[in-house]
């Protein structure tokens, strides 16, 4: 299947500072690309979509703001969370499409980055 | 948007068949159902998906009823690193960006020796 890759995989950082997430689609153009994220013992919760070269659409409840994204080519979106506190700490996940929007299209997720805010 | 029912949590023996049940009575017509699965820490990994017709690929099948109200994953022979959360999903959002699957709470499938 196709390959997502996500860096970093843990981060640890102070309260107030900014964390930025790379999410890479190694094998195919990801017109398309999700983020999610997933707090202990809970399910994925869709954070924001994103196509390449537009801003994102963001799920309601989610600051945008604080959870900047950019999705500047085929193959990189990033999220960086701004200012970030103990609250945001979460595990990030990112998942990539081809775009095509059909009701059968596969995502493929990246593995992951858990950020703990000090 | 449909939605899934699952159990919290299965049991099953290493090298048994594992089946997960899944209740999706609010299915559209155009909707497929999709399998993911989740392994501690890590992103989900896709398994399956089908519309109406049973579908059977090297990690598992899908079992579809013929109302579409229901559908089961089968693990043929459980290892332990099937160890997971198991995902049932049959929602996609629709935006201007694209469509994104939504995850329920899964199915914990706990495998044992």
């Known amino acids: 299947g196709a390959v997502v890759s996500q860096h970093p995989s843990r981060v640890i950082c102070k309260s107030g500072t900014s964390v930025k997430i790379e999410c890479r689609s190694l094998?195919?153009?990801?017109?398309?690309m999700f983020w999610y994220r997933q707090f202990p013992k809970q399910s994925l919760m869709l954070m924001a979509t994103s196509n390449e070269g537009s801003k994102a659409t963001y799920e309601q409840g989610v600051e945008k703001d604080k959870f900047l994204i950019n999705h500047a080519s085929l193959t990189l979106s990033t999220l960086t969370v701004t200012s970030a506190h103990p609250e945001d700490s979460s595990f990030y996940i990112c998942s990539a499409s081809g775009g095509t929007g059909a009701t059968n299209e596969k995502l493929f997720f990246g593995s992951g980055t858990q950020l703990s805010v000090l | 948007d449909a939605k899934t029912t699952q159990p919290t949590s299965m049991d099953c023996a290493e090298g048994r068949a594992a089946n997960l049940p899944c209740n999706h009575s609010?299915?559209?017509?155009?909707?497929?159902v999709y399998w993911y699965r989740q392994i501690h820490s890590q992103g989900p990994q896709y398994i399956i998906h089908?519309?109406?017709n049973n579908e059977t690929n090297e990690m598992a099948s899908l079992i579809i009823t013929e109302d579409r109200k229901s559908s089961t994953l089968i693990l043929p022979h459980a290892t332990l690193r099937d160890t997971a959360v198991y995902y049932c999903?049959?929602?996609?959002?629709?935006?201007?960006?694209?469509?994104?699957?939504?995850f329920g709470k899964g199915t914990t499938l706990s495998v044992s020796s």
């Open positions: 094998d195919f153009q990801a017109t398309t």
């Open positions: 999903i049959v929602t996609r959002v629709y935006n201007q960006a694209g469509t994104a699957l939504i």
């Open positions: 089908g519309l109406k």
């Open positions: 609010t299915i559209s017509g155009n909707e497929y």
